[in-house]
């Protein structure tokens, strides 16, 4: 069966760096794109951007340039998401998810890791 | 790229018929016959209800329906279960630079 299984919860302090893993199993890695969703707390959905895991080809969010990478290792059928200069307000729950058919139709999700940035 | 636009709330008793809309753009919603549902119960990771606006993927109940008219798109589900109860969001693709959008949510109240 499909799985993508994400690394554990995080604390970062506010200038730090976190990155998020997400391994895929049960499908053909490459064939899939990857998404980076997240959801503060008590807050919506939102887009931060795709993978491709075949090319390693990306497409972020215009608000994630810059400070955003999204990286995978087909060796492992692990996606990866780094988020730098991390602020108090990037505390959230990050998901991975895996695009259908490349329309943004989401039909696997990671469980979600929660990232908290606190002094 | 704006968040589209859902209702914050809506209710229904068990056995009753809700709708849910989701308001957009020509850029999104109204370009492209490519909006998605969501259902996520509290700590939980969201779950694909409904693609391609009418579409639904293997184990969901038919009670959940989409349509789309224009900029809105509407998720409703018929025959209320308490299980129903959670936040509904929806998205759309937009387009190959802006690419993906979510709705703002809706949490829906089973009463």
């Known amino acids: 069966q499909v799985q993508l299984v994400q690394s554990g919860a995080e604390v970062k302090r506010p200038g730090a760096s976190v990155k998020v893993s997400c391994k895929a199993s049960?499908?053909?890695?490459?064939?899939?794109?990857i998404h980076w969703v997240r959801q503060a707390p008590g807050q919506g959905l939102e887009w931060m951007g795709w993978?491709?895991?075949?090319?390693?080809?990306?497409n972020y969010a215009q608000k994630f340039q810059g400070w955003v990478i999204m990286t995978r290792d087909t060796s492992i059928s692990t996606a990866y998401m780094e988020l730098s200069r991390l602020r108090s307000d990037d505390t959230a729950v990050y998901y991975c998810?895996?695009?259908?058919?490349?329309?943004?139709?989401?039909?696997?999700w990671g469980q979600g890791t929660l990232v908290t940035v606190s002094s | 790229q704006s968040a589209l636009t859902q209702p914050p709330s809506a209710s229904g008793s068990p056995g009753q018929s809700v709708t849910i809309s989701c308001t957009g753009t020509?850029?999104?919603?109204?370009?492209?016959?490519?909006v998605s549902w969501y259902q996520q119960h509290p700590g939980k990771a969201p779950k694909l209800m409904i693609y391609?606006?009418?579409k639904r993927p293997s184990g969901v109940p038919d009670r959940f329906s989409g349509s789309k008219s224009g900029n809105t798109a509407s998720l409703t589900v018929s025959g209320l279960q308490a299980d129903d109860e959670a936040d509904y969001y929806c998205?759309?693709?937009?387009?190959?630079?802006?690419?993906?959008?979510f709705g703002g949510g809706t949490k829906l109240t089973v009463l």
């Open positions: 998810a895996r695009d259908r058919e490349m329309i943004f139709d989401l039909d696997y």
């Open positions: 049960g499908y053909t890695f490459i064939a899939y794109y």
């Open positions: 993978i491709n895991p075949n090319s390693g080809g990306t």
């Open positions: 020509s850029s999104d919603v109204g370009g492209y016959n490519y």
């Open positions: 391609e606006v009418t």
């Open positions: 998205s759309s693709y937009a387009g190959s630079n802006n690419f993906g959008v």
